[in-house]
Nanobody, 115 residues
């Protein structure tokens, strides 16, 4: 019964920035592991970034140093700040929540980076 709603996707030029947001319903947000994943057409879904309950983070190698994941527990929202965007970042970006056996995905938001 947890739902995730992403926003902030769009089209940008290479080198530009976007900030994605993911708002979660329910009362379990602060206890959950939150993440961003992305999937390009014909490719598998890859990890972008994860933020744990204690605020520690992990990033995929391709975005390390360019993207930043953060969370605001008071707002039940996780963010992904994307800087220095490259055409290869083009994908549908999905928000994810994990807690014990619970595994919830948002609907995705499209990010397109043109050269």
């Amino acid at each position: 019964q947890v739902q995730l709603v992403e926003s902030g996707g769009g089209s940008v030029q290479a080198g530009g920035s976007l900030r994605l947001s993911c708002a979660a319903s329910g009362s379990i947000f602060s206890m959950a592991v939150m993440g961003w994943y992305r999937q390009a057409p014909g490719k598998q879904r890859d990890l972008v970034a994860v933020i744990n309950r204690d605020g520690s983070t992990n990033y995929g190698d391709s975005v390390l140093g360019r993207f930043t994941i953060s969370r605001d527990n008071a707002k039940n929202t996780v963010y992904l700040q994307m800087n220095s965007l490259k055409p290869e970042d083009t994908a549908v970006y999905y928000c994810n929540l994990k807690l014990i056996r619970l595994d919830v995905w948002g609907q995705g938001t499209l990010v397109t980076v043109s050269s």
